[in-house]
Every structure is written in C-alpha cells, then in structure tokens.
C-alpha cells in the first residue's frame, strides 16, 4: 500500500527491518523466500498475474530483503552504543556511592589531623581547660555533621535513569505527564531487549494497553526530550554525536510501534465485551467442544497433554476467555499471572510449539461464532499476546534447575545445582 510513496515506503520497510534484528536474513533466503511468494502469486492467479506485476513484485522484495539484511548490518553497532551506555546508565548509582564514601573518609581524617594539631599546641593549657575545649569540640563536630547529613538528605543527586528522568521531566516542565511513568517502567525491558524483535513487541503491546487506560493527552515526543537529557547527564564521558542517534534511533522505532497501537485497544475492548456478553449457555458449550477439535485437529500430539475430566477441560476453556478480555482491562496484573502461569507450564513440560495451533483453532472457533471482525480481531490480537508471553516464560524458565525442581527428585536437584553456578542458575 505504501508502495505509491517512497517516503513512507522507507519509513515502513524500516520499521519492519528493526523488527527482524534477531533474524539472520541472508541473500539465500531473500530469493528462497521472494520466488515462493512469485509462485504463489502465479499459481493462484493464473493469467491475471501480468509480466508487468510479476516485475513489480519482484522489484519490491528485492528492495526489502536488500533493506532487512542493510539494516541488520549497519544497525548492529547502533545497538552495541546503545547496550554499553544503558549499563553506564544504571550503574552510576554505585559509582556515586563510591565517590561519596572516599569523600567522606577524606573529611573525617581531615578533621582528625586538625584536631590533633590544635592539641599539641595547646599542651601546656590547665588539663580543665583541654577538657573544656574537647567537650566544645566534640559538640561542634556532632552539630557539623548533622548538618552535613541533613544537607546530604536534602540534596540528593539522582544516580539511576529513572531518579534522573523523574528530575529532568519535572525541571523540563513535564511532571505532570503521569503517562511518562508508564513508559518508564517497561523502559529497561524496552532498551535490553532492543535486538530481540518478538520480546519488545510483546513489551510494546503491553505498555499500549496500560497507556489506553490513561485519560488525557499523551505526546510522545515529550519523552525523547526527557530520556535523551538524563542519558546525556548519566553518560557525560561517552556521550557523542553516535549515542544521540543510535539512542533517537532507538526511540523512533519503539514510537512507530506505539503510535500503531494507539486508540485500537479501547475499541477491542468494547467489541469483545460486546462478544462475551452475547453468548448464550449452548454458545459457551460449544466453544468449549469445538476449541479442542480443533486445537486435535491441527496439532494431535496434544491429546497426550488434555487428559483431564471433561469438565477440567471447560473450566480451561472457560479460563481463557477470561484472560482475552482481562488483559484489555488489567494488563499489568495479567502479565504477572500468566508469568506464574508460564513457570507452572514449566513444570507440566508442556512443548511451546503446541501454542500456536491452540490459538489458531480457538480463533477458527469464535470466527465461526460472530460476524463481529472488530471483536474477531480483539479476541485474536489477546490471545495471541497471552500466548507471547506463556512461551517466553516457559523458555526462559526451563533452566537446568527449574527441571530439577520439576522432577521433584534430590538427587536431580543436588546434580544441577553442581553444574550451574550461583549466578548462572537464572540463565542454564
């Protein structure tokens, strides 16, 4: 569609390559990928797919396979700027609390060796008078440093980005911008997972279901403002004309990504409210009985995992109805759920490769249910994410460990633990 305008055909074949940062798309598998396309095209269309077409066609994903595997390229050093200054970013806490500590030390040996200076010159004073004099001395040296401490409370310099966005949005005017907030506390799993395209998307998603619960206006642009300025003060010996455009890079493209949602998940609400509310108890039934045909259908392996009482099955069934519509609502408070629900996952080991055609058939199920595509679409977009989330808790958490666990076995456990050390545990 955008095909008529290179300006925006750029922007979005862009946007498109950021998302496939995580994928090695070669030349190969541009061609492989580009004449099956072709073919399709020639075997479904038979003569109406005219040379001039055929020539099109192949003209554009030459350009956009071209693009994915330029911007692969070009773009991994944007990314090495962008991790190594983000972990810059988050340790200056410790590097202030070091500096503090040295400057403190300082002071107190300081005090001690003029302390002592005074007292030797004082040595042939009447022993009241030194007592007189320590007495003061130690009460001024207690009255000094309360002070310090109460000046050290009072000016507290932010040493995390988030301290410092907080300090610079109120200072730049923009404390009053609640929505801000939203963004940054999904903003560290944003920025470390900036070459994962599944997982930022996942975050994306997320971060545009909160904001749609915001009520007032919300101008993106005001963050890159904020962020680029607590960047710049948390990285001063780094920061050059490279970080601002890897960093406003970055930025862009999680904009794009944002803005595609933006307004779409209030109105997916209502159409599967709408949807839910209107079904009758023999549409609930037959939900229940056809999402396993057809879950049994595309994936028969399943049956394997299902074999609970009929009614185990509906309350499932019925569950995940819940979850598509109470993920518009609480999104926060579901992604925390399906986390937990995702380690159990862990534990029944259940292969992830079966959540695919279980979304597939329940989509099948509520399309032959409704005419309604806004809440066919809403239900499809829900689940989909749920599942998202489902597997990347269970591949994270299936560690060497967690499978120990699981087998609810010691000796398992006792010979896991020997091979992974403390700190590895959370990624073997």
Same mark, same amino acid.
């Given at each position: 569609?955008?095909?008529?305008?290179?300006?925006?055909?750029?922007?979005?074949?862009?946007?498109?390559?950021?998302?496939?940062?995580?994928?090695?798309?070669?030349?190969?598998?541009?061609?492989?990928?580009?004449?099956?396309?072709?073919?399709?095209?020639?075997?479904?269309?038979?003569?109406?797919?005219?040379?001039?077409?055929?020539?099109?066609?192949?003209?554009?994903?030459?350009?956009?396979?071209?693009?994915?595997?330029?911007?692969?390229?070009?773009?991994?050093?944007?990314?090495?700027?962008?991790?190594?200054?983000?972990?810059?970013?988050?340790? +200056?806490?410790?590097?202030?609390?070091?500096?503090?500590?040295?400057?403190?030390?300082?002071?107190?040996?300081?005090?001690?060796?003029?302390?002592?200076?005074?007292?030797?010159?004082?040595?042939?004073?009447?022993?009241?008078?030194?007592?007189?004099? &320590?007495?003061?001395?130690?009460?001024?040296?207690?009255?000094?440093?309360?002070?310090?401490?109460?000046?050290?409370?009072?000016?507290?310099?932010?040493?995390?980005?988030?301290?410092?966005?907080?300090?610079?949005?109120?200072?730049?005017?923009?404390?009053?911008?609640?929505?801000?907030?939203?963004?940054?506390?999904?903003?560290?799993?944003?920025?470390?997972?900036?070459?994962?395209?599944?997982?930022?998307?996942?975050?994306?998603?997320?971060?545009?279901?909160?904001?749609?619960?915001?009520?007032?206006?919300?101008?993106?642009?005001?963050?890159?403002?904020?962020?680029?300025?607590?960047?710049?003060?948390?990285?001063?010996?780094?920061?050059?004309?490279?970080h601002e455009v890897a960093w406003g890079w970055l930025w862009e493209n999680v904009?794009?990504?944002?803005?595609?949602?933006?307004?779409?998940?209030?109105?997916?609400?209502?159409?599967?409210?709408?949807?839910?509310?209107?079904?009758?108890?023999?549409?609930?039934?037959?939900?229940?009985?056809?999402?396993?045909?057809?879950?049994?259908?595309? &994936?028969?392996?399943?049956?394997?995992?299902?074999?609970?009482?009929?009614?185990?099955?509906?309350?499932?069934?019925?569950?995940?109805?819940?979850?598509?519509?109470?993920?518009?609502?609480?999104?926060? +408070?579901?992604?925390?759920?399906?986390?937990?629900?995702?380690?159990?996952?862990?534990?029944?080991?259940?292969?992830?490769?079966?959540?695919?055609?279980?979304?597939?058939?329940?989509?099948?199920?509520?399309?032959?249910?409704?005419?309604?595509?806004?809440?066919?679409? &809403?239900?499809?977009?829900?689940?989909?994410?749920?599942?998202?989330?489902?597997?990347?808790?269970?591949?994270?958490?299936?560690?060497?460990?967690? +499978?120990?666990?699981?087998?609810?076995?010691? +000796?398992?456990?006792?010979?896991?633990?020997?091979?992974?050390?403390?700190?590895?545990?959370?990624?073997?």
């Amino acid at each position: 569609s955008a095909a008529a305008s290179p300006s925006a055909l750029k922007v979005q074949v862009e946007t498109l390559g950021f998302q496939h940062l995580d994928l090695e798309v070669t030349v190969p598998r541009v061609v492989i990928f580009r004449d099956a396309i072709i073919d399709l095209f020639t075997m479904e269309m038979g003569a109406r797919f005219t040379s001039k077409a055929k020539l099109g066609f192949l003209a554009l994903l030459n350009y956009v396979g071209g693009a994915y595997i330029y911007i692969r390229r070009e773009y991994a050093g944007r990314i090495k700027i962008i991790n190594r200054s983000w972990r810059t970013a988050n340790n +200056k806490a410790a590097d202030f609390m070091d500096a503090e500590e040295e400057g403190e030390e300082g002071e107190a040996k300081e005090r001690e060796g003029e302390e002592a200076a005074a007292q030797e010159k004082q040595g042939g004073a009447a022993k009241s008078n030194n007592a007189a004099a &320590a007495k003061a001395s130690g009460e001024s040296s207690k009255a000094r440093a309360s002070g310090e401490a109460k000046n050290a409370n009072n000016m507290k310099v932010p040493t995390t980005f988030n301290e410092m966005f907080m300090f610079n949005g109120a200072v730049m005017g923009f404390g009053q911008s609640a929505w801000m907030n939203i963004i940054l506390d999904q903003f560290d799993d944003i920025v470390t997972n900036v070459a994962n395209s599944y997982r930022l998307q996942e975050e994306c998603d997320v971060c545009s279901l909160v904001m749609a619960k915001y009520r007032g206006t919300i101008n993106l642009g005001e963050y890159k403002a904020v962020m680029l300025a607590s960047l710049r003060s948390l990285v001063p010996k780094d920061w050059d004309g490279d970080h601002e455009v890897a960093w406003g890079w970055l930025w862009e493209n999680v904009e794009r990504m944002l803005k595609t949602l933006m307004g779409k998940p209030q109105v997916q609400e209502k159409a599967l409210e709408r949807l839910i509310m209107s079904l009758t108890e023999d549409a609930v039934n037959y939900l229940r009985r056809e999402v396993y045909k057809r879950f049994f259908a595309l &994936a028969p392996a399943g049956q394997d995992y299902f074999k609970q009482s009929t009614t185990r099955l509906y309350w499932i069934a019925d569950k995940i109805v819940e979850m598509t519509i109470e993920m518009y609502r609480e999104p926060r +408070k579901m992604v925390e759920d399906i986390s937990a629900l995702g380690l159990r996952h862990v534990g029944y080991a259940i292969p992830t490769e079966f959540f695919a055609p279980f979304v597939s058939g329940a989509v099948e199920v509520v399309r032959t249910m409704t005419t309604d595509e806004a809440a066919e679409d &809403a239900f499809r977009w829900s689940l989909t994410l749920i599942s998202k989330i489902l597997v990347r808790t269970i591949l994270e958490g299936s560690t060497i460990v967690m +499978k120990a666990i699981n087998t609810n076995q010691q +000796k398992a456990l006792v010979k896991a633990i020997s091979v992974s050390p403390r700190g590895k545990r959370s990624m073997e």
